[in-house]
């Protein structure tokens, strides 16, 4: 599998509260996660990488042949939002903090999706780009109920209220989908930094310019064209965007 990720400031910010990790050597497949810190100056910074790390150590220490990859997942994300929400009510100056994440686990054959928050999971799968993941916001509630168009959305001032977050509440569960993951298919993990600048057509165009990649440099050139896509639209927001394609990379001369 060849993979890249890139995780950038913007243009507005203060300082980074995404993060990402990608976890390979497991007994099966390639975990890639991703999370967007919310919160004070410094607890959303705190909040991500809880997250990122939790959710990367639970999976290492519980995936194995026999496990249930749904399961493990799962069980991974609301491990760390209790470790998140246990921080938050214990220090003061990480009261309320919280974050968004979404992970990856890659499979031989299909993977397992699971989500909380607006970040998101996109898959050019067969041939077909999709949205995997459905943002827990406001304004996605909006538009699955028909007040707001998907147009409307993108540019209403309350796109960033989102409706579900890890560490902000006791217990907040993701939602797990698996899709199939074949030789050829791409997918993409990014924070709304990225998606909430990036049309979903460029998105497509970006993935499918990836699919052909040799190697990881390939790979790597266009996730630093998306995320400079985005600073070239204001980087009103930290970007980060991480791309794996299911192929080998291909060491021949």
């Not at 041939?127 to 538009?143: K, M, N, P, W, Y």
């Not at 147009?151 to 796109?159: G, I, S, W, Y």
Request: proline fraction near 3%; charge should be negative.
């Amino acid at each position: 599998m060849i993979y890249a990720a890139k995780s950038h400031i913007g243009l507005v910010r203060s300082m980074n509260q995404d993060g990402f990790a990608v976890v390979d050597g497991l007994p099966v497949g390639v975990l890639f996660v991703v999370a967007d810190g919310m919160g004070g100056p410094q607890a959303g910074d705190v909040a991500s990488r809880i997250a990122v790390e939790r959710v990367s150590a639970y999976v290492e220490r519980h995936l194995h042949d026999e496990a249930d990859p749904r399961d493990v997942v799962y069980l991974a994300i609301a491990d760390a939002n209790a470790e998140i929400y246990r921080q938050a009510s214990a220090v003061p100056e990480y009261t309320g903090m919280g974050t968004t994440i979404v992970c990856a686990l890659a499979l031989a054959d299909r993977m397992v999706v699971a989500h909380v928050g607006d970040s998101r999971a996109y898959g050019l799968i067969g041939g077909e780009f999709r949205q995997i993941t459905e943002d827990h916001s406001l304004v996605a509630e909006l538009v699955r109920r028909g007040h707001l168009s998907a147009a409307e959305a993108r540019h209403h001032p309350q796109r960033n209220i989102v409706t579900r977050s890890l560490g902000t509440e006791p217990a907040s569960l993701p939602d797990v989908t698996e899709v199939p993951w074949a030789e050829g298919d791409v997918l993409l993990l990014c924070s709304d930094g990225l998606s909430n600048l990036v049309e979903d057509d460029e998105l497509r165009a970006f993935l499918e310019q990836v699919r052909g990649a040799r190697g990881q440099e390939d790979v790597s050139k266009t996730v630093d064209a998306m995320v400079q896509l985005a600073l070239a639209r204001g980087g009103t927001d930290n970007v980060t965007a991480l791309v794996a394609v299911h192929r080998e990379e291909d060491t021949s001369a």
